[in-house]
Structure formats: C-alpha cells, structure tokens
C-alpha cells in the first residue's frame, strides 16, 4: 500500500516511522529540500499546488493525506478528485478559515468566545467596539505557532478601534478575526482518532485529555493525562465536544482541537484535522500512537488502543536548540525524537518524551528534564 | 550522522526504524532490489564484497555496522580500515566458523556439548565413533534458519561411520561441525548490548531472558521473561557468561547467545553478533529496544534500560503468510511489524507481538493469537 502525504516536515516524518511498520510505503509532496520525511520515502520536490507535481504524487497512491492544514484547497480538491483522501476536504475546509471553524463550533454548541469577523477598517471598529479588551486579531488563514496574529491588551489616547484597525493594517489587511481574549488556567488539547473499517460502524478514538504549556506561542511541554483535572471531568466534557464535531464533519483520521480551560468550562480555541504536536507524547505513552492511529483511519482498519500504557507521560519540544542527543539520552527514561533539521532559532528540532508510573512521579522528572532544555 | 549497515533486510529496516528519531541517516549495502531496508535510507545495490560498491558504502560514512555475521571477512576488514566497524571483526570472526565459536565457549568456561570438526571422510568416521547417536552435522560456515545441517538420529545396517559420512557429502563435503544432539527441555536467548560510552568504563546492558520455540528449524516464537525460568536462576546464569564473552571479545553493540535448557543447566549452542529474531519483543515490550541500544552503542552513547516495560511480552514470526494486517491488528494489543517483502513460501514475511500486565495474562492471549497464524 503506497501512502501520499502532502507535507514532508516532521509530521510526515512520524507517519512514516509508524506507517513502516504496517507494511506501508511511502510518498511525500514537499518543496523544502531536504525534508524530515526525505528518510522514509520518495519525496517528490514541488510547491503542494505545482500541477506536475501533483501528477507524480498521485501516481500509483492507493490513498492520500496530509500533514499540514493550509494544503491549498484546489489541490487538495485536484487530489481527492484522483485518490481516497483523508482526513476530507470538509474537515480542511473547516480549519483553513478561523471564522468557518468558530461557527462550526457554535453550531455544535461548543463554547467559544465572542468573536468577529474583520474584513474592513469598518468591519474593524465594529468589531473592537463589541470584543472590548483585552482581545487577540488572527489573520483568518494561514497562521500558526503564534504567527500572524497580534494581541491588544491596552490602548493608547487614540482609543480601541484605532488601536485595532492599525493592528488590523499591520497583518496587511488581510481578512481577520478578532476575538476576545479569554482569561484561563490552562490551556488542553483532545486528539481523537475517528475510522470506519470495513463493514464496521464508525468507531472514534479518544487519547486522554493533554495538558499544554505555550512559550512564545510554541508548544512547550504536553502532560497525559492533563494535571488540571484530576477527576477527569473535563476530559468527558471534551470527548462530548470533540464526538459531535467528528461526527459533524464524518472525519477521518486524527483531529486535535485546543480548549481553554476557564471558570466557566472548556472554551474551544482551534482545531487541526491532521497529528497533532500535543500528541507526540502517545507514541511512547500510548499503546498505539497518534500516527500509527492516523494511519489504521485513512487505511480502513481496526483502531489500535488509544489508553496510556504507562501511569503519565509528558514531551517537551526541543526548540532551536543545538541538540547532543547523548546528553538527553543520558537522563533516566527520556525518549529522544530528532527531526533531522538543521539548527536555526525558532525552529522546532525534536521532542523528548518521559514516562512514568504515577503522574506524581512524572511531575519531579519533568521539572529537572525541563531545566536541561534551553530553545534559541 | 551517516550510518552505514552491512545488509538491507528486515533486521537493517528496524535498526533505520530505530536510528531515524535519533537523527541518525542510513545507508544500506544490500545486493537484494528491492529489499526491507529501503524504506529507511539509500541503498548500494551491490554485492557485499563489489570493490565499487565497497567504495560508495563508506562514503562519508560516520560509522558502521552489519544485520548478519556472514559478512564476507575481507570485505569487513576493508570497511574497518576506513570507517569504525562495530561489532568488531573479532566477532565477526568467532561467530562466523562454529568451530571457533564452540572453542571460544569452552576457553571461557561456557558449556558446550561434545564436538568434533569434519574436513575428510577420515574425521567424519572419527567424530561418528567420539561422538555417537543422536547428533547433529552442520556447516562450519553460512548455516542459518536449519539450513546447512543434518540431524542423525538412527542408522541401518551400514553403521554411523557411513551414516555420517554421507550426511557430511550431502552438505557438499564442506568443512562441518558434528555436535551431540542435546536433550533439553527449552531453548532460550540472552540478548545483550555492551558500550564504551565516550568517558565512560564499558557497560553491558542484558535484556531479561527469552524463551523461544522453532518450528521447521525457524523460530515460531519468543517469550520473556522465559516461562521455564520462574525464579530467573537461568536468567543470573546466562548473564554470567554472555558478560565474559563481551568482555573477552572487547564486543561493541547488540549480541544474541542462544542456549539449551538441559538438566545439567545451560548448554550454548550459538551467538549471533547482531540483533537477533528473538529479541524483535523488545521493540514493543522493552524500555529501550535491541535496536535502539545496538545503535547508541556503536554511536558511543549510553545505553538504555533494557528491562521489560511491560510484565511480559511474546512474539510470533509470520512466515511464508498471505498477511492481511486489518486481521491482526483487530486482534486486542496484538501489533504487527511486516517487513515489506513479497510472499515466498519459508520466507520471514514480519512478526507480531503481544504485551500483558503479568505473564499469566500473556498465556492465553498468546495460545489465542498462534492459532490464527499458520506458516506457508
């Protein structure tokens, strides 16, 4: 079975580690070369919406993925139209636009914050005389780990809507959304894993609720189960959000959707319908990982358990950092995952994993694992 | 770092499985296209002594090492000069002529059954007559899997002088090992990996001890810890000599010893300088696989736990199988590993494991899971 993904970093990297395995072979879209995933398949090196690139992809696939949301929505189309692709286009539709995915949440009834959409300098005023401060303005399409978005906490004289239009102006002027900033004490991700194999109901997949600490607007540490609910109560509440929405969509594959956790309950922020870096830590906590599960979906085969097979299990990203893998290897039970990149700031490299018996054994190790880690 | 691996079939495919998330790139030297190792890194389709081929391997080669002791000896000791070969051709050389080996037992005070080596018709009559019924006649040099041997269990009127000496014909008049057939009543491996960490004293790592079942003279299935081995007095036992062997070769990297079980304890019969089938478990049921420690220890790094993260794990070979993965995946915690190849009767087509909390859960579950796999 030859598998297409379109995206060849470090996601598609871990596919392909998973998907081995299973027999699977690989085949990845990718124009940046070299490429995490250049080690386990054929890469074929052209933009995603390159038309004769997109001939070779497809050619011989017998079904197609993804590693990243902003896959261009005509290829993916020009794809789908060719070869089974999965997780669908709905599901990329839904996450390639904030605004679409914040009203496919309120339609399912779950919570988000007070939004609007900001097209205009009118559309703008509007919008900051309704949101209030402080707020967070997000280009609609194409950002992530904290890109191309902007958060306004106070004002100067010239007085909130200006302030937003000129914040406005700054992402140039491209179709925004401004939403209120919500005051939380965590912050969680829930990664499900939705299939229907053959001649079999759909089944989903729930990995435990995952606690996430953001640095400069980058993943910084994830913790299984989340520390912030002890009794697992948020974890059923977001199993209930995340079941609708997958249902909603009839996904395929994995999804990640991020929540606040407020005085309130679970706000939810954003949505991936791919892997998710909030779920690495599953491929040494979990018994079947996100990747592996990923793969089972697309493939139309049975899921694998998604429950820890260990007491807790906590990744940190390894963030521009000038990595001696020794040195991590060295620490007691940390699992090192290299991506193969070249050092540059900013740029994620790897993740370590440590798994314990008892969260409260996990929480100690982590503390001196994360001292270790310094990101450039 | 570029690493180079003697060898592209499966054991090749799991080391590169093993060294990607360490950053680690792979080259294969492997004359088979297309073979298990090629999802995992480039390969140099050539023989393994082609001069050219020789030369391409090493290119920028950080370091070396091999999946199978049948390297030819000078190719080996060419790749050595140029570029660190790990293991070392030292135990290249014990493993590789099972004379040397038996004698390298027996110089270390590891019990080995009675032998005689074969090179005429002379020797065969000798050995016949020393070593009696029933016994086993083997190549000295590239046996594997059953191949290249004889077992001589009775003989007719014409004697066991003429017995043997038609068994040592059949297997081409090649210099042969004629060993007593050992009554035992389990066969089991220690699998070890030994480092010389940079700044460090040597450490060996042992892998709780395994016990196997072959059918057809291929290994069908692994356990550990080993079922015949409640209190772990062999475990102590087998560590204790595989500890003197390392040492005594000054080994560097993975080894597999295989043993019979007797009523007198522990008889060796072979070792394998490489990763070996019966360690395959680790990969799902150890905190550090076979693989994983093979390659920080010829890397220099230290090495990882080796014990069982689970309470116990099992392994079945899938061999000669039309496997369709759905089938087995479906099967609750079963994991499947395929190799990539294509069905040949006899072939080693992937293998699957089971993990269980104790070994008494592991048990049923086991019988359960042989009984949907047939061999072809």
Redesign the interface.
Known sequence: MRVGVVGGGQLG?ML??AG????M??RFLEPTHPCPAG???EVITRAYDDPLGLERFVDGLSLATYEFENVPAQAAAWISERVPLHPSTRSLTVSQDRIVEKRAFEALGIPVQPFAAVSTPEDARDAARRIGLPCVLKTRRLGYDGKGQCVIRAVGAEGIEATVVAAWESLGSAPCILEAFVPHTAEVSMIAVRAK??GCEAQTAFYPLTENVHRRGILWSSVAPAPCDPDGKLDSVARGFVQRLVDSLDHVGTIAVEFFVTEQGLIANELAPRVHNSGHWTIDGA?TSQFENHL?AI????L??PTL??GACAMINLVGLS?E??QL??R??A????Y?KDQRPGRKL?HVTL?ADTPAELAPRLARLESLVEWA
């Open positions: 990297r392909g580690l081995i395995p299973l027999g072979r690989f080690e386990c398949g194999p053959r018994h089972r493939a139309s085969w049975p694998g358990s097979c260990v990595i893998p020794s290897l060295a007691d039970g699992r090192v995952h290299l193969g790897g798994c």
